[in-house]
């Protein structure tokens, strides 16, 4: 694999590759010098033509973690407004000497656009994608797998550690590229999972969208059996007995004008309370890729509870597990 675009293909071994790669530089990462020289003289551009804080900012601190240079490409302060293209802003990256690039873009497509031109001048640029339109946030995907995984075992997060867990991922699902990563993630380890939104942001449509990710139980004798994927209009039945709770942000930018629901009725509904969480096990975890509409998808009381919230943990897992990434791509794994 030269390019990290989708968790679409990804095998269970390519998983617990990168959750055993992350968890050895998460030790790095408690040393008091905190780097290694496994990336020297390396360079890692971040482009981002849509904004982030959490994905840029770890990303570069990964990289400078593994002794790699950095380039950061903002936007608005590019020769994109002179007319330059997308291909032609990477292509002035390739020839600085980028050996890794990180790609978001509003549009989906756009890091595997840039992937198959690198490809077809033969050059050895590795692309990750960093998000694209609704599509996949693949290393998100990955940083929310280790964080669950190592909820469940500090020492040894490995995928079949959440199989038979119940994971509720909850909100706006339409327009949700982690979502998607985290789809082909938590069915690939076995994992029971629970789709729950209003019907504008989990269409009825989306219902063939999840048999894609779904072979069923060839168990003709258990009518009871189910698929690893269920979708709800209503929040309570995706929450019983729910070991994690996965919550989404409301994404206004991907919604046009007329936000259904707002953001008030969005919360009344389906928004995350510690009243809501009295039907999940007991000792539910609660994850949110980030940014936190306050009081939207998540309660304060909620979000700011160390004892309910992975929310910092998933933060602190995304450096580490981009480590692992930009180590296995950059060395050629
Ligand atoms: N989770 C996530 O992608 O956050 P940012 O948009 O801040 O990068």
């Known amino acids: 694999r030269r390019h990290l675009l989708s968790l679409a293909t990804f095998t269970p071994w390519e ?10 530089f998460r030790e790095v990462l408690s040393r008091r010098t905190k780097k290694v020289p496994t990336l020297q003289g390396q360079l890692v551009t971040t482009l981002f033509f849509e904004a982030s804080t959490r994905t840029r900012s770890s990303f570069e601190l990964a990289a400078k973690r593994l002794s790699a240079d950095t380039l950061n490409f903002t936007p608005g302060s590019s020769s994109l407004s002179k007319g330059e293209t ?43 994608n960093a998000g694209d339109g609704h599509h996949e946030h693949p ?20 995928l079949e550690v959440l199989r038979g867990k119940k994971i509720a991922i909850v909100g706006d699902i339409a327009h949700s590229r ?20 209003p019907p504008t ?22 009518p009871g059996s189910t698929l690893p994927v269920q979708v709800h209009w209503a929040l309570e039945p995706a929450l019983v007995d729910a070991d994690f709770v996965m919550t989404l942000r409301l994404q206004q930018e991907r919604m046009g004008q007329h936000l259904l629901p707002s953001g008030r009725e ?31 998808e998540l309660s304060s009381e909620v979000m700011d509870d160390p004892a309910l919230s992975l929310v910092p943990h998933q933060v602190t897992s995304g450096v580490a597990v981009r480590m692992a990434l930009l180590y296995l791509l950059g060395s050629g794994r």
Request: glycine letters at 6%.
């Open 15 to 24: 998983y617990n590759t990168v959750l055993q790669t992350a968890n050895s």
């Open 86 to 128: 997308i291909l032609d802003t990477a292509k002035t990256y390739l020839a600085m000497g980028t050996d890794i690039m990180v790609i978001r873009h509003q549009q989906a497509g756009v890091p595997q656009a840039i992937a198959q031109e690198m490809d077809r001048l033969q050059t050895q640029v590795r692309v990750l």
């Open 139 to 158: 290393s998100q995907g990955l940083l929310d797998l280790f964080t669950l995984c190592t909820a469940l075992d500090a020492q040894k997060p490995q």
């Open 178 to 197: 982690v979502a998607r990563s985290n789809l082909w993630s938590l069915v690939a380890s076995g994992a029971e999972v629970h789709l729950a939104g």
């Open 201 to 222: 942001l989990l269409p009825l449509a989306f219902k063939d969208f999840v048999k894609d990710f779904v072979t069923p139980a060839p168990d003709p004798g258990n």
């Open 266 to 296: 969005y919360h009344q509904h389906y928004g995350i309370t510690r009243d809501r969480l009295r039907v999940c096990n007991p000792q539910v975890k609660i994850l949110h890729p980030g940014p936190v509409n306050r009081g939207v």
